[in-house]
């Protein structure tokens, strides 16, 4: 498969700057107004107008603008992301089109492929057990906005993508985090770097230090994929430059998900290098069960229940580190305050789940007393943070075997299609999409990110990558090899 080259006229070019230069003005007034208004008129307009050019485009804005999406409350019930879920609505409503004009044709769906067949299975898997749901407002609602995650991040760039667009997507998310990035360090720097300043320093854009260090350290592949395809020693030196800020970013975000990632990563490199992914599955599979029993054995998960009086928040990473290792951290057993309700629900509801998006509406029946912590009131309305067992409670057992057969059938798929890419290129970019759904799964391991609009858009779009890549290398027709 060829890469389709994309021409770009000087008048398209002058347009998506001009209304680069608009949206800025009308976020500035925004923020500084308090006034939603503008900015979403400014949206409509310039986004059709960009949208009779080449809707490809907008999927520069969205990369452009994503590290700077920030939550926007109408009222008590109503809220959204400015502006990345206006831009996702409209490349929903774009790829809704798209399928309904094109059909099969140039394999708008790639249905030949298993990640493709599996995501289509993991929607219908999100359908049907909302028919069952405890919810069903709830529940459509997340099937609708899981929509606009997949058909504009997976189905509608296996229409255009190509190296070239990938390469410019992420340089232009790069260097438009790395503002960010420099801002929030210097605003942090004039507290001292205290770990009770951080979540301060980052606002607006970033909701707390956890979305900040989940997009930094989910761009980071890219910035080394950039590094190392760069041919010249100017980019070597950039990009190079950009790898360190972007670890100083992570290690001064205080998230110990995010910076354990890191580490993780790089070991998931060289197993990806060395094919040994299957036995790294195994492995996992294996550790995970052995765990599961060991807990549940002469109920030995009652140990884990935390001393109420002891159990607080704290004022000093190191602090936060020693009373994680002491089982005294608030945030971590606040978790199993809330993983102890989840299982209690899998056992009631095993089959089709409570339905999606429907635990943080149903879990507090389930807990334990001897699990609670200070904010186990949970004012904030938060989920159960860990996205697996998430699954297992809102879609049931079915659902949940989708998501994983999912996330495993990407990992072997993605491995195959690295070792079969043969230029430096590609293989660059393969290995970073790869690096980027490893990290993600890390992250959701104590968090509820795919929802995510800083996380989402990512997962989806590198399996978009490793489809498109695995094409374009003939691997489909080589499966058995």
């Known amino acids: 498969m060829q890469d389709a080259a994309i021409y770009i006229s000087k008048k398209e070019k002058w347009a998506f700057f001009l209304s680069i230069a608009i949206f800025l003005l009308a976020l500035y007034q925004f923020i500084d107004k308090d006034n939603p208004i503008p900015l979403l008129g400014v949206l409509s307009l310039f986004s059709v107008f960009i949208l009779l050019l080449d809707y490809r485009s907008i999927y520069f804005l969205f990369f452009l603008t994503i590290p700077y999406s920030i939550e926007f409350s109408f009222s008590q019930t109503l809220g959204t992301d400015l502006p990345s879920e206006p831009i996702m609505w409209l490349l929903f409503g774009i790829g809704i089109l798209s399928l309904i004009t094109r059909g099969l044709k140039e394999k708008f769906l790639y249905l030949d492929n298993p990640i493709t067949i599996l995501i289509i299975l993991h929607v219908i898997a999100i359908f049907f057990t909302s028919l069952f749901s405890q ?34 997507l992420f340089k232009v998310c790069i260097w438009s985090l790395a503002i960010g990035i420099m801002i929030t360090i210097f605003r942090h720097s004039l507290q001292n770097f205290t770990f009770d300043s951080i979540n301060l320093v980052m606002k607006p854009f970033f909701r707390n230090h956890v979305s900040y260090a989940a997009i930094a350290v989910l761009v980071l592949p890219f910035v080394w994929a950039m590094f190392r395809i760069s041919t010249n020693k100017m980019g070597k030196l950039v990009y190079g430059f950009l790898i360190l800020l972007y670890i100083l970013a992570i290690s001064l975000s205080y998230t110990r998900a995010a910076m354990g990632s890191i580490v993780l990563a790089v070991a998931a490199y060289y197993i990806f290098q060395w094919k040994l992914i299957k036995q790294a599955i195994i492995a996992s599979v294996m550790v995970v069960m052995i765990g599961g029993l060991f807990l549940y054995n002469n109920n030995a998960w009652l140990d884990l229940a935390p001393n109420f009086e002891k159990t607080i928040s704290h004022d000093e990473f190191g602090n936060l580190i020693s009373a994680t290792y002491k089982l005294e951290d608030i945030s971590s057993m606040e978790r199993i305050h809330r993983w102890v309700a989840g299982v209690a629900m899998v056992e009631d509801k095993p089959i089709f789940g409570f339905g999606p998006s429907t635990f943080y509406s149903f879990y507090k029946p389930y807990t334990l007393t001897s699990f609670q912590t200070y904010v186990s009131d949970n004012p904030e309305h938060s989920g159960i943070h860990n996205y697996y067992l998430m699954v297992l409670v809102e879609q049931g057992i079915f659902g949940f075997l989708i998501f994983i057969s999912l996330v495993i059938t990407t990992l072997l798929y993605g491995e195959k299609v690295y070792h079969l890419t043969k230029s430096l290129r590609d293989k660059t970019l393969v290995m970073a999409s790869l690096l980027c759904v490893i990290i993600v799964l890390i992250l959701n391991t104590m968090n509820d990110l795919l929802e995510v609009d800083k996380v989402g858009f990512i997962f989806f779009f590198c399996l978009s990558l490793l489809v498109y890549f695995g094409r374009k290398t003939s691997f489909d027709t080589n499966l058995d090899q």
């Open 135 to 168: 919810d069903h407002i709830l529940s459509f609602k997340y099937f609708i906005a899981k929509l606009w995650y997949i058909i504009p991040f997976f189905f509608l760039p296996l229409n255009f993508i190509n190296t070239e667009i990938v390469i410019k």
